[in-house]
């Protein structure tokens, strides 16, 4: 299985064509394996590290055998939903979406992604148009089954990638409700990274004589990625982080934390000491999420911090760290977010931030990956930046020698911006400048009596009628 090439799998000439183009010639095991299994019409249930190439393990064979079904008509009753992929992100649907345009770009079968946090009317025309494939989160399929712009009554393929993660963000009930809709004769696939004993009663559920694959140990990270462990008190981890950032290995970094909130409040403290930072999780907008997400990866952002929302969605070529500020309580998350990186045969860096209350969760991960992590070193201490204090503007009355604009009143400062040579010199006020100052008299108040007639109000003349 280790000199195959994709020629050998017996895809379709369009599908080899997109291969081609994308730069791949030789299978990942995963694929190797799966490929031929899918074609053959088994049900699968295959784990393997993330970065290995699940997508397309499953796109491949998917396109090769919707081929027959590939049409040019623009009716939309020529190309009902023949496959689903259920997802749990919407960075994930997006992602595998993506692969499914790429690898059917040849060829007549049309695809589309739904998810939440969007208007559903946008999607809703293209989705009654008609798609073969049908990527989407499974709240916002139901929502669309509710409204009627959806039929599954000749779904023939089923895949649930990453169903592990589906299970830890409570999707069981909203999954029994879809695979209550779907045809009893199907094909049904389960991707995913770990393998649980919840996801091993799923699977007993929905699928039929599985066929298992397992490219590698069960919860085990990648060899490319090289893993440390910073024991560090909790208020020291900025500064620890913000030294990780400036290494010379850190080009670009993802970033993880627990909380929203923890999220947001480095990006901005990282964003205030001049790191070209930004925060993607679930309180953002769909449309926030997907330009910090493009941002990160065209370069533009080079710290992007990450809640485990993205753990799961994020495709970054050649992305060189992962920095896990607060390691994760689920062991299996860690290993889902340190497979960020060390993607494609590439190399890359994990490293994690741990205070003293989190070394129990460290004993978790390193008994799930069944190995120890590299402890770190401390780094030496960087000497405090020394910014220089800004001298505040003082005002002065407007100088003899720059003269007042005429529409601006003698006693008022002018506008315009003050010289420093200006404050090396004496100020001299003119004589149009100087203010007179008049004593203030207070004379005593006289009666009634002694004040002038002329303020005294005069009474009506006497008539001599």
């Known amino acids: 299985m280790n000199n195959i090439s994709f020629l050998d799998l017996k895809l379709a000439p369009e599908i080899l064509r997109a291969v081609t183009e994308t730069g791949y010639t030789t299978p990942t095991p995963i694929q190797a394996q799966a490929i031929p299994l899918v074609l053959e019409g088994c049900d699968l249930m295959a784990g393997a590290q993330t970065g290995t190439g699940k997508t397309a393990a499953f796109v491949l064979p998917m396109l090769q055998k919707l081929m027959p079904f590939a049409s040019a008509s623009p009716s939309p009753a020529r190309h009902p939903v023949r496959a689903l992929v259920l997802v749990p992100t919407r960075e994930l649907a997006i992602q595998v979406e993506a692969s499914v345009k790429t690898y059917a770009k040849h060829s007549h079968l049309r695809s589309l992604v739904v998810f939440g946090g969007v208007d559903i009317k946008t999607q809703t025309p293209h989705l009654r148009g008609g798609v073969e494939i049908l990527v989407a989160t499974p709240g916002r399929l139901l929502d669309h089954i509710e409204q009627k712009s959806v039929q599954l009554n000749q779904v023939q393929m089923l895949v649930l990638d990453e169903a592990d993660r589906m299970l830890d963000m409570g999707f069981m009930p909203d999954l029994k409700r879809i695979l209550a809709l779907l045809p009893k004769q199907r094909q049904n696939l389960m991707f995913s990274a770990t393998f649980s004993n919840e996801i091993k ?265």
């Open 201 to 465: 009663r799923l699977s007993s559920e929905f699928l039929v004589d599985p066929k298992l694959i397992e490219v590698a140990r069960s919860n085990a990270t990648s060899a490319n990625v090289t893993q440390k462990v910073y024991l560090v008190g909790h208020g020291e981890k900025h500064d620890l982080l913000a030294q990780l950032l400036r290494g010379d290995d850190a080009k670009q970094a993802l970033v993880f934390t627990k909380t929203k909130l923890t999220a947001s409040r480095i990006a901005r403290q990282l964003q205030r000491e001049g790191f070209a930072a930004d925060a993607i999780h679930g309180d953002k907008s769909q449309l926030e999420r997907m330009q910090a997400l493009d941002a990160f990866k065209s370069g533009k952002v080079t710290v992007l911090i990450a809640t485990d929302v993205a753990a799961r969605g994020l495709d970054i070529d050649q992305l060189p760290m992962v920095i896990n500020y607060e390691i994760p309580s689920a062991a299996e998350d860690y290993v889902h977010r340190i497979g960020r990186t060390g993607r494609a045969g590439a190399f890359g860096n994990a490293i994690s931030l741990v205070s003293p209350d989190e070394e129990k969760y460290l004993a978790e991960i390193e008994k799930l990956i069944k190995c120890q992590i590299e402890r770190a070193e401390p780094l030496p201490p960087v000497k405090p930046v020394v910014r220089p204090v800004e001298r505040p503007v003082e005002r002065h009355a407007p100088r003899a020698d720059y003269p007042v604009r005429s529409h601006t009143p003698h006693h008022s400062v002018s506008k315009r911006p003050v010289h420093d040579a200006w404050f090396n010199k004496p100020y001299e006020p003119s004589v149009s400048t100087q203010v007179k100052e008049t004593p203030l008299v207070v004379q005593s108040v006289k009666p009634v009596s002694q004040i002038p007639a002329l303020f005294m109000r005069r009474k009506p003349a006497e008539s001599n009628e």
